[in-house]
């Protein structure tokens, strides 16, 4: 079984169901179908395009993205997308990787290179204007990589994570399970497609037979209504970030729409404490989930926030298709505490191939096929992950290590700030010691002394950082994440 055998299935069971939409354009399965095995057609009739091609796939919030990385998959080839803004020099530095024979972008444009370039606008006069197509079988999930998905490198250099069918079937069954989704879901995406997490949502749609509609992030709140309105929607995945954006653009308005949303899904990043209160408070009947995972890795662990009250650093149980353990630092199984944390492994179904043309981080992280992953943490009694920190972002202070991810969940819960950031700098003397960027609620009383206090109270001593710096914002990348490697800005 594939993604595109299901995709293939649905179109001839229920044909008419909405597959896909945007706000320009909807597709029901069997369009959608037939989209793609023409597509599929183009590619490999006019661009000589076969199994095993890497074909680069810039992101846009198109009906036809969705249908080229359906067709890609279709002829054995690998999909590899890309920020719709990637720089030349990543571009680049994929082609030499992947030895890419084309790339489809939303519009013409000029390169460096000299590889073929289809614009999605022709591509889909072209599908509109061809004739029908001869079926064909689909290939099989042993192909060795289906995606190649770009990290979003906010913590070192950007990595091309390679993806089997095997491992998006496994992802898609997490995601399945453990957010209890129907074939009656209709899902509104606003991710970029580029993203691992969109992504997941588009094919996960296309296996389970169910709708999914996107649009280009919260750039309009307007958007976001009017897609509410138009179509049946009643599941939202919606990034931390997005969520921010919204309460803060709309008010309480997503209330009018308590009735009918199932779930919410919110992943990329941890969801902070003070937006999980006010969705439960707008969605009160709805569920809500926290996803835990990687690219290199899909959604290994998820939370329903909204059904089980548990500490912020808590990420969830681990969904159907993982299996998590803790080791230490020489590798070893541990049995996790709260006071003996070690670092999460997934053996796993959607564990990742390796990095492309990286043979030597794969083996740092991929051991007989189970993923190391970057974060710290432990079981509590009943099951549930907790996840303290990454483990690149452990600051050692005189042979005492501190998770910033821990302090600043400390920090944050404290009445007055709405977010913070945890970072080492060196002191008058020379020694390390930690800083915190602060930034205050605006509609409550902030008292830096109490602040400090209140540190006192619940973080052993070397944790406590020893200067607090009020700021209007904290740096974050596109999707959410605390930019850390930005810190350094507010110091120039």
Known sequence: MT??????????ETPDKLAVATLDDSLSFSELWNCVRKTACILREDYGMKSGDYVLLRSSQTTEHIISYFAIHTLGCVAVPLEKDVPNTVLNEMIQKTKSNLILSLQKEETDTNLPMLDLKTLRERIDSHGNVPEWNDFSEETVVADVMLTT????????????????????????????????????????LNHANAIRKIYTAAILGSSVVVI???????????ALERFPINCLCLPPSAVQVLLAMSGEKLHEYSNRILYVENSTAPMPGHLREKL????????????YGASEAGSIVIYDYAAVEKPENCAGKPSYKASLYFVDEKGN?????????????????????????????????????????????YFDEEGYVYLIGRKDNVINIGGLKVAPEEVENVIESYDGVKECLLFQEHSANELPALHCLVVTDKDKQFNEMSLKQFMKDNLEHYKIPQEIQIVEEIPHTYNGKKDRKEVGNYFE
């Open 3 to 12: 993604i595109e055998s299901c995709l293939k299935k649905h179109a001839l």
């Open 333 to 377: 199984t541990i049995r996790s505490s709260k006071e003996n944390p070690g670092q999460l492994v997934c053996k796993s179904d959607v564990n990742m191939q390796g990095y492309l043309g990286d043979p030597g981080l794969t083996a740092e992280i991929l051991k007989n096929g189970q993923v190391y992953m970057s974060d710290i943490g």
């Open 216 to 226: 280009n992030g919260m750039l309009s709140i307007k958007n976001f209504f009017v």
């Open 280 to 291: 439960k408070q707008l969605l009160p009947t709805s569920r809500l989930y926290n996803g």
């Open 153 to 192: 490198g906010t913590t070192g250099k950007s990595k091309g994570v390679m993806l089997s069918q095997k491992n998006l079937l496994a992802t898609s069954e997490n995601l399945i399970h453990g957010f209890q989704m129907k074939d009656t879901d209709c899902m509104l995406v606003v991710g970029p």
